[in-house]
């Protein structure tokens, strides 16, 4: 059976997850040294991000319950665009520092942080697109099945 683009793009998060996986692991060890309330901010995101690691992998192979589908992508959504909103700010204030206009030769600042935007950005919107293609995809079946026709 063909993977639904929902399936592909979880596929596609759970790579990149296990590439983040690293400087996650990173931090939460740096984290345990420094006993704060910071060091309980960076375990919620770990666990969260762990979490949603788990959904992506059950999911991409076909053995997430479809009831999960939602909380999945708008709970990947809300986990990215909780990373997006400091990244934005930053290249904002990036922007408006730079009174002679010349943002390019900041030390390379400016496309670092963008490159972060960047990539928020295109999580937030995979996640909420793959959502709607699964809700379009349920309202489908849901009306094939009203009118008795079979696929």
């Known amino acids: 059976m063909e993977k639904t683009y929902s399936q592909k793009v979880a596929r596609a ?6 590439i983040l996986l690293i400087p996650a692991i990173l931090g939460a060890v740096l ?10 901010a960076v375990y919620a995101v770990f666990v ?5 690691l788990v959904g ?5 192979r076909g053995r997430l319950d479809e009831s ?6 708008i ?25 002679d206009g010349n943002w390019l030769n900041s030390n390379g600042d400016f496309l670092f942080i963008l490159l972060f935007v960047s990539g928020y950005f295109a999580a937030v919107i995979f996640s909420l697109k793959a959502h ?8 489908i079946e849901h009306q094939i099945s009203i009118k008795g026709l079979t696929t």
């Open 56 to 60: 992506y992998y059950k999911h991409s």
């Open 132 to 139: 709607f293609f699964e809700k379009r995809k349920k309202y």
């Open 75 to 99: 709970g990947t959504a809300i986990y990215n665009l909780i990373f997006l909103l400091p990244c934005l700010y930053y290249a904002s204030t990036l922007l408006q520092s730079r009174v």
């Open 68 to 73: 999960y589908f939602s909380a999945l992508w």
């Open 13 to 18: 998060f759970e790579i990149a997850d296990y």
């Open 48 to 52: 969260v991000g762990v979490i949603l």
């Open 31 to 40: 984290a345990t040294l420094t006993a704060s309330v910071l060091a309980l």
